[in-house]
């Protein structure tokens, strides 16, 4: 561990990490100089700054040892939400401990406060790991994670008052504006890197696998994918039981543009028919099945052709595929492979 946590104390000062200080650092400055029109500049800086420091806490998790790199895909308004996740966290904490001090007075909002304080490295970890929102403000996840980190969790509570006060002293005594800029910047980094690298040594006790960054990205990308298709299943089948059968194909059908023209078509395509092989009334599935199976039949995948269409007449006896030529296909194909059951049952009418 005191070789990991070494290894996070430094990465700040590696220079992919020192340049981005010392740019935003500036920019930040000049934002501060223009007052109100330095606004939004401060606000995209500041939102670049934390996405940079979550791809920090994602390399360290990972056991990288050499700081990620600014990227566009980092800085994109819609790929990383979690600083907002942050944000919102840290704002439902300040409103209880406003709560709490309106209630017991200045000892209970120094009270709440401190507890603030000692769960925001709990909350980064949360958001490290489940990249969740409310996960991260869950009292009962907060709880295993601090109690999976153990002592380590103490160390970092420490460091981030240590750095908190550090910072609330340049403040105090006026310090330069930039130099307080550039100093809290990396003493966000460092916290950041410090939770991650608590994180990745204490990964067995988590129940955490070992992944590089990009690998966690594919896996954040992969519960995205997967609840964006949820979504749209949602929205597929209520139009379906108000009786709008186009709205409904439409928006599978927009699904399949999108998702299902590359190396993902069979496995998406298998996907939304696992989820649709019991709705009734049964045409949104039915043009479904035929789609697909039109598709592989044009990829001469006929044993898969075969098998989705046992599978479809199984829930549906009635289906028969469409164009009628590929009805004709699939029949010729399953009297080749000898299955006379599914070539009989196609050669009658439904």
């Known amino acids: 561990m005191a070789t990991g946590m070494k290894r996070a104390l430094l990465l700040p000062l590696r220079p ?19 007052r109100i029109l330095g606004i939004p500049i401060a606000v995209i800086l500041v939102s670049w700054f934390f996405k940079y420091c979550f791809a920090v806490l994602d ?3 990972a ?12 800085i994109h308004p819609f790929d990383e939400q979690r600083p907002l996740a942050e944000l ?4 439902v904490g300040a409103a209880l401990a406003g709560l709490a001090g309106s209630v017991a007075g200045e000892p209970g909002l120094v009270l709440a406060g401190a507890a603030l304080l000692a769960l925001l490295p709990a909350t980064v970890a949360a958001l490290g790991v489940t990249a969740s929102p409310l996960r991260a403000a869950s009292p009962v996840v907060l709880a295993r994670l601090i109690r999976g980190l153990g002592h380590r969790y103490a160390g970092l509570v420490l460091a981030t008052l240590a750095l908190a ?3 609330y002293a340049l403040v105090r005594l006026e310090a330069p504006i930039g130099l307080t800029l550039v100093l809290g910047e990396l003493a966000f980094l460092f916290v950041f890197a410090l939770i991650g690298a608590a994180v990745h040594a204490s990964r067995l006790g988590l129940g955490l696998a070992t992944l590089t960054r990009e690998e966690r990205r594919a896996e954040r990308e992969l519960r995205e994918h997967l609840l964006e298709r949820s979504r749209m299943l949602d ?6 039981r108000l009786g709008r059968t186009a709205d409904s194909w439409s928006e599978i059908e927009r699904w399949i543009a999108a998702h299902c023209r590359d190396e993902r078509a069979d496995s998406e395509f298998a996907a939304l028919i696992d989820s649709t092989m019991q709705w009734a009334p049964p045409a949104v599935t039915d043009r479904l099945v035929s789609e697909y199976l039109a598709r592989l039949l044009r990829e001469r995948d006929n044993g898969r052709a075969l098998e989705t269409l ?8 009635k289906f028969r595929p469409a164009p009628p030529a590929d009805a004709l296909r699939l029949r010729e194909l399953a009297g080749l492979a000898g299955k006379r059951a599914l070539t009989r049952q196609l050669e009658t009418d439904p």
């Open 165 to 167: 006060s550090g910072l």
């Open 63 to 74: 056991g990288e040892e050499e700081p990620p790199v600014l990227s566009l895909e980092m």
């Open 235 to 240: 929205r597929s089948f209520a139009q379906l």
């Open 59 to 61: 390399s360290t998790v």
């Open 88 to 91: 919102f966290v840290i704002a």
């Open 310 to 317: 046992e599978r479809r007449l199984a829930a549906h006896p």
């Open 16 to 34: 992919a990490p020192l340049i981005l200080v010392g740019v935003f650092g500036a920019g930040l400055r000049v934002a501060v100089a223009l």
